[in-house]
Each structure stands twice: as structure tokens, then as C-alpha cells.
């Protein structure tokens, strides 16, 4: 128990929880404590306006079941519901460029599971916007817009501007280059991947009827993800570092000849119609969630490759976890700072993101090569899991989020 001096500090604190980082984890953390009256700040580097009014760029999540569950459960869903194009089919297969995919494929189709579509395809620029449109009408939340937080104490943050706030627990949602991570001594373990993701998006001329593709070549993978419209995908195209960077620097014309033999003909013609981006491959884990009164959540915690574009869908994973055990414990009187607190939320989330981190950086391994016995081996693996049902459908199910410990929020149930 608390002895009484902490207890007349806590009730001088100004906030249950502060937030640091305003992406799309800290406003649905934010949004799942304020629902059961948890008081939050959250602290937002950008001015939120600026990310929400942005024109169409490409930008796109892959989301799964479990976290439309949490969203509608949020009030968040019914903002995108008409935005969203449901993923209706998965292929994978592997291949070269230029020389189509091999033989052997692997498909996952909706009708393997009772609960609908695998996933959905929303744009980045929706999303975040109806979070921030869900967050500025609900009570209990205070959003600090362009505020930096220059340090931080058990329980404190310090920003730019002077001011210093004060709660039980301090939670980062800041990415993976962490700020509130590294203000409590948290340490990252991991590698790059020598590879580097380009990002964009495609208007085809053939329509994609709703399937995802995701190819392996020796570079790397390249997801090819439907858009709505039904005649616009997003693609992650992943290449190594040396070959990312020269396609990268090209103007758009060559950019779209390296990218055609690569993408195929299925699509029918292509053409650029999302900004270009680019970004390092590498996997990082936090080596602890929690330190003194702070908790680490998505990004902050830890970062994955794309193929199985889990990256969000994990983070909202740890948002419902870390969201009812603070909620739970406050309904039973404890401290939701506590270290014995905190301690169920990483103990629930360290080993579903650690093994989903290992799970994905092996099959990179596996795919990234032209190793011609390899190869062979997982050209007949694709083949073998596609011939087994019962196989696919759990696969399906565990990227849809519906195995395992799930949390509340996720089920679709209030906490």
C-alpha cells in the first residue's frame, strides 16, 4: 500500500494518464481510458489539423478484425465505414521480376472464416482524422498540440513551454525513435534488414476486385493492397538498401519501368498516383514495456517488418491490453501506476509481439534470396499450407487478430 505521503502527491496530480504521441495509438489510448473516466492528457508534437486535411497520398493500413472491433467499440469505425475496401482474397506467391510467379501459391479467401472480410484498407489521412474527430468531442481528454516534452520524472513530464504535468503513469505512443523510452532508461535490442521499403500507390486499369497479392522476390516482398475505387492499390515494395536507393532517386517514369516488371500485368497498365516514399527495414524490441511509471505501447515498444502489414494492428493490441488492465486495477482500487500493474500489461504483450516479430523476420529470410534450395523448399511449403485448410483458416484467423489472449476492446466488448 501507498504510505501517505505519495497519497497527498497523487491527489495533487492533474491527470490519470498523460499520452505522449498524437499518431493513431495515443488517440485510441486516449479514447478507451476517457470511455470508462480515466482522465488523460495527450501530447502531440504536430499540429493534428496539418495530418487530416492532407490530399490523397498512397498511405494505407491493413486492418484486421480484432482492430475494426475496437475502433467501432471506440466510436471511431462509423467515421470510415463508407472509406474502407474490405480485403476479400490474400495471394502469396514468390518469384522473380520480370519472369512472373512460380508455380506453387497460397490464397486465403474470406469464406474460410465466419466473421467476414480478413481485413480492411483504410488511408492513413481517414483514419487519422476520425480519431481526432472522435477525441475532440469526448470528455475527459485534454489534447496539447505542438508541444514537445523536453524531459520527463516518475509520473511528470516536462514540455518545451515550461509546463510540467503531473499523473500517475506516463505512456509513450511517441514511435520507434521512443523520447519517453529513452527519458526512463529503456533500452532497444534488434537489426536492420539491409532493406528498404518504397511506398506508394498505383491507379490500374484492370480492377483489383478486392484481393491482396503479396509477392516474394529476391530483393524482398511487395505487397500489392487494394484501394477503394476498386481501380487504386498502395504498394510496399521492398528492395535492398543499395538498389531501393537508386530506384528511389529516379524520376517517375523510370521509377514506374523498374516497378512494372515487378508488379506483373495483372492489373492491366499503371501509373503513379500517391507520393513517393521511403523508409529502413529493420525489426526493433524494447527490452522492457514498463519502467517507473511509464508503459510503452505500438511502435514505441516495438517495430516489425511490413509483409504481414501487422505493424498498427499490433499496437491497437497492446492499446486494448494496457486499456483494461489500467482499467480493471483502477476499479479495484490499486494504483494504475504501480509496477505490479504494469507488469500484467507486459507480461500479456511481450509474447504475442515477440513472436509475431520472429515469426515475420523469419519468413523475410526465408523469401529474400534466390537461393535456388530454398527456393524449392518454400515453393512446395506455399503448395503444402494451400492444400491444408484447416492450416490456411488458422493462419487467417491469427492475422485477423481473433486468436490468443484477446483483449476486450478487440472482441468488440466494452472493458
Known amino acids: 500500500m501507498d504510505n501517505p505521503a505519495r497519497q497527498v502527491i497523487f491527489a495533487r496530480m492533474e491527470q490519470d494518464v ?15 481510458l476517457a470511455q470508462e473516466g480515466v482522465r488523460v492528457t ?45 480485403i476479400l482474397k490474400i495471394v502469396a506467391s514468390d518469384g522473380r521480376a520480370g519472369e512472373g510467379a512460380a508455380p506453387f501459391f497460397l490464397i486465403f479467401d474470406q469464406a474460410e472464416i465466419e466473421e467476414g472480410p480478413m481485413g480492411f484498407m483504410l488511408e492513413d489521412r481517414f483514419l487519422y482524422a476520425a480519431f481526432q474527430a472522435e477525441m475532440a468531442g469526448a470528455p475527459g481528454i485534454a489534447v496539447l498540440a505542438g508541444e514537445t516534452v523536453v524531459a520527463q520524472g516518475s509520473g511528470s513530464v516536462t514540455l518545451a513551454s515550461g509546463r510540467v504535468l503531473l499523473a500517475r503513469l506516463v505512456v509513450g505512443c511517441d514511435g520507434r525513435g521512443s523520447g519517453t523510452a529513452a527519458r526512463a532508461g529503456i533500452k532497444r535490442a534488434g537489426w536492420g534488414y539491409g532493406q528498404t521499403a518504397l511506398v506508394t500507390a498505383v491507379l490500374h486499369a484492370l480492377p483489383h476486385n478486392g484481393v491482396a497479392q503479396q509477392f516474394f522476390m529476391p530483393g524482398g516482398p511487395l505487397a500489392i493492397l487494394p484501394l477503394p475505387s476498386g481501380f487504386h492499390s498502395s504498394l510496399v515494395w521492398s528492395e535492398a538498401d543499395g538498389v531501393a536507393a ?9 521509377y514506374l519501368a523498374a516497378l512494372r516488371p515487378r508488379v506483373g500485368d495483372f492489373l492491366g497498365d499503371i501509373a503513379l498516383a500517391g507520393v513517393r516514399f521511403s523508409y529502413p527495414l529493420s525489426l526493433s524490441l524494447a527490452e522492457q514495456f514498463v519502467a517507473d511509471r511509464v508503459a510503452l505501447v505500438g511502435d514505441a515498444a516495438h ?7 501487422q505493424g498498427l494492428n499490433l499496437g491497437l493490441r497492446d492499446v486494448g491490453a494496457l486499456a483494461q488492465v489500467l482499467i480493471e486495477a483502477r476499479r479495484r482500487g490499486e494504483d494504475i501506476g504501480a509496477a505490479d500493474v504494469l507488469e500484467r500489461y507486459q507480461s500479456w504483450r511481450r509474447f504475442d509481439v515477440t513472436t509475431m516479430a520472429l515469426g515475420m523476420d523469419g519468413v523475410n529470410r526465408l523469401f529474400s534470396n534466390d537461393n535456388p534450395v530454398l527456393r524449392g523448399v518454400r515453393d512446395l511449403g506455399l503448395g503444402i499450407v494451400n492444400a491444408m485448410p484447416g492450416l490456411r483458416r488458422g493462419f487467417i484467423r491469427q492475422a485477423a487478430g481473433l486468436t490468443g489472449d484477446v483483449p476486450k476492446l478487440l472482441a468488440g466488448q466494452r472493458i
Open 18 to 32: 498523460i499520452i505522449v504521441g498524437g499518431g493513431l495509438n495515443g488517440p485510441a489510448l486516449a479514447l478507451a
Open 303 to 309: 517495430g516489425v517488418h511490413p509483409l504481414a502489414g
Open 42 to 86: 495527450l501530447v502531440d508534437a504536430r499540429r493534428a489539423v496539418v495530418r487530416a486535411e492532407v490530399g490523397f497520398d498512397g498511405r494505407a493500413y491493413a486492418l484486421a478484425i480484432a482492430s475494426k472491433r475496437l475502433m467501432a467499440v471506440l466510436g471511431v469505425w462509423r467515421r470510415v465505414a463508407e472509406r474502407v475496401q474490405p
Open 246 to 254: 537508386a530506384i528511389q532517386a529516379l524520376p517517375d517514369a523510370q
